[in-house]
């Protein structure tokens, strides 16, 4: 199976700055990556999927980056609404595994 | 609209059984593959299993083989999970959510249900 792991685990950050959050396959998966953020007592939400492509309706400022095993997830300008917990997931082989999350507070 | 409402979550025993559907709405159901989710209290998320459009084929996490069922019926736009042998373990919320992609699960999952909450506990 395919292990996800993310760094850092947590973060604290002020709006306006701009975060980037790491995320490593134990394999490589190409670009078959996606990030899901997810606010509490929410289902997640897709912001990015196949590494780089934006998902509809969400904000620009979000952007992913990386193939391979290694990945980023950015956030410009971070808004008050970003605070929340970012996953990634590969999607390249069963099991789909996820990474452990991050936690982006204030 | 599309949207994923699941049911069937509750309170079950250990070593018992319990079938979690998820109904579909506002999208051709039989064209895309589906996952079930979960998170335990307070942890993060756990890709649980996915189920082909047509229902021919499934994957699951090691942790629920031998114990969960997954299907659909495309007639009614459903998906189901059957989950027997219970421990306290699988308590979570469980997920359902529709593959990006007609026909391929590459894409991410891109519309999720709201969630049922099991709970396994004497």
């Known amino acids: 199976d395919i292990q996800m792991t993310q760094s850092p685990s947590s973060l604290s950050a002020s709006v306006g700055d701009r975060v980037t959050i790491s995320c490593r396959a134990s394999?490589?998966?190409?670009?078959?990556l996606n990030w899901y953020q997810q606010k509490p007592g929410k289902a997640p939400k897709v912001l990015i999927y196949?590494?780089?492509s934006l998902q509809s309706g969400v904000p620009s400022r979000f952007s992913g980056s990386g193939s391979g095993t290694d990945f980023t997830l950015t956030i410009n300008i971070l808004q008050p609404e970003d605070f929340a917990t970012y996953y990634c997931?590969?999607?390249?082989?069963?099991?789909?595994?996820f990474g452990p999350g991050t936690i982006v507070d204030i | 609209e599309v949207q994923l409402l699941e049911s069937g979550g509750g309170l079950v025993q250990p070593g018992g059984s319990l079938r979690l559907s998820c109904a579909a709405s506002?999208?051709?159901?039989?064209?895309?593959?589906m996952s079930w989710v979960r998170q335990a209290p307070g942890k993060g998320l756990e890709w649980v299993s996915v189920?082909?459009?047509?229902?021919?084929?499934?994957y699951s996490a090691d942790s629920v083989k031998g114990r969960f069922t997954f299907s659909r019926d495309n007639s009614k736009n459903t998906l189901y999970l059957q989950m027997n042998s219970l421990r306290a373990e699988d308590t979570a919320v469980y997920y359902c959510?529709?593959?990006?992609?007609?026909?391929?699960?590459?894409?991410?999952?891109?519309?999720w249900g709201q969630g049922t909450t099991v709970t396994v506990s004497s």
């Open positions: 997931q590969q999607s390249y082989t069963a099991p789909l595994t």
């Open positions: 394999q490589s998966i190409s670009s078959y």
């Open positions: 189920i082909s459009g047509s229902g021919a084929t499934t």
């Open positions: 959510a529709k593959a990006q992609g007609s026909g391929s699960v590459y894409y991410g999952m891109d519309v």
């Open positions: 196949t590494a780089s």
């Open positions: 506002g999208f051709t159901f039989s064209s895309y593959a």
